[in-house]
């Protein structure tokens, strides 16, 4: 046995074992998973790769590139529940592996069995997808499985060479965020006239009073393990330059005085910055991590997120932008993505959606008082 078959047997017995130890086949009960293979129930495709030309979300532009991303993000919102992991291609969002359901009640925060059972899923395909790169290196035949997966890189338009080279190193394990996300509508309601207010008295675009569902689903005491705080999520450096000071109030917790902070860092970031593309992703990455993107790639957008190489630039920051475009489509238009509410008109003449208290969760899992 030369040595490229034995590293192909090895593989072949890690994927076995990790599916022994994980009990989530997709045919098994335990865990319950949808795949995006042809053998999956039909399903709204997310959009090819195939070059699509710029459009605009509101005032915002949105490259072609970003469409499959935004799609994504789309039913994170909207779609998949916290009870649902997706596993997907980090790059390529559109190259989605499987949907698993974890079993059992699923809380906001997750137990220590189930992050187990998601460390194991994403260890499997990751040695899935590792066996079938040797495999095709070295013409060995492929099975059913085999296909079935190169089927499901291959929806996404792009060649399958590009993705599958080093595509067991990008395997990432995404959450839904359904329920969170809905929960966010029914309390942005309370705020987003105002919010908007500051924004257009600074001069700035309106639909910036979106960026909370991405940041905090609007929970104003929400905190970051980066340190950052509010419903804004500013740091102590960043709020002690752009908000107002108070001695003795931790002013990040006050919605209304984080938002005047958030539209001077945000006017401040777009006059260094020069696009919102590249401003928005600074509340994310910064103003300075930005401008040696820019340096870096260039002051195309999509090339900075498709090409720009830093340590700190990860997932979160290549997909902070196609994340707020998807947001405010959908808190844009709630209704579409969220049949079961209803918009109903407040004490002030103002617009809202409301969803029924059986309907509403909260982050803990209990329903709301109305």
Same mark, same amino acid.
């Given at each position: ?29 335990? $865990? ?43 039913? $994170? ?137 991405? /940041? ?13 705080? +509010? ?29 005047? +902070? ?11 910055? +020069? ?64 049949? /079961? ?30």
């Amino acid at each position: 046995m030369n040595r490229w078959t034995l590293r192909i047997v090895l593989l072949s017995a890690a994927a076995m074992a990790l599916n022994a130890c994980s009990g989530t086949e997709p045919a098994v009960a335990r $865990v319950n998973s949808r795949s995006y293979g042809p053998s999956a129930r039909p399903e709204a495709a997310l959009p090819s790769a195939v070059y699509k030309p710029a459009t605009y979300s509101g005032v915002f532009l949105k490259p072609g590139e970003l469409d499959s991303a935004v799609a994504f993000w789309r039913k $994170v919102y909207a779609e998949w529940q916290r009870s649902e992991i997706v596993f997907h291609d980090d790059r390529h969002l559109d190259v989605i592996y499987e949907v698993m359901v974890l079993p059992g009640y699923v809380d906001d925060s997750l137990s220590a069995e189930q992050k187990e059972i998601i460390n194991q899923r994403r260890n499997f395909w990751k040695t899935q997808l590792s066996l079938l790169e040797s495999k095709r290196y070295y013409n060995v035949p492929l099975n059913a499985g085999d296909r079935q997966l190169i089927a499901k890189m291959e929806r996404s338009g792009r060649p399958l060479a590009g993705i599958l080279s080093g595509a067991a190193d990008r395997v990432h394990a995404q959450r839904g965020t359904r329920e969170r996300f809905k929960r966010g509508l029914e309390i942005s309601g309370r705020y987003e006239r105002q919010f908007r207010k500051i924004f257009r008295d600074a001069g700035l675009p309106e639909d910036l009073a979106y960026l909370p569902h991405v /940041e905090s689903s609007f929970q104003s005491a929400a905190r970051s393990s980066a340190g950052a705080v +509010g419903m804004w999520q500013f740091t102590k450096g960043a709020a002690k330059r752009f908000m107002p000071s108070h001695r003795k109030r931790d002013l990040r917790l006050d919605p209304f005085a984080s938002a005047v +902070g958030a539209a001077r860092y945000l006017n401040h970031a777009y006059r260094n910055l +020069g696009d919102w593309p590249t401003a928005i992703t600074s509340f994310n990455h910064g103003i300075g991590g930005m401008k040696r993107a820019q340096n870096q790639v260039g002051r195309d957008f999509a090339r900075i997120v498709q090409n720009y190489s830093s340590p700190a630039f990860g997932f979160a920051s290549r997909n902070y932008y196609a994340q707020f475009l998807a947001a405010r489509e959908i808190a844009s238009n709630p209704i579409q993505f969220f049949p /079961e509410g209803e918009m109903v008109v407040d004490n002030n003449g103002h617009q809202r959606i409301s969803f029924s208290r059986s309907d509403l969760y909260l982050l803990d899992g209990t329903t709301a008082e109305k």
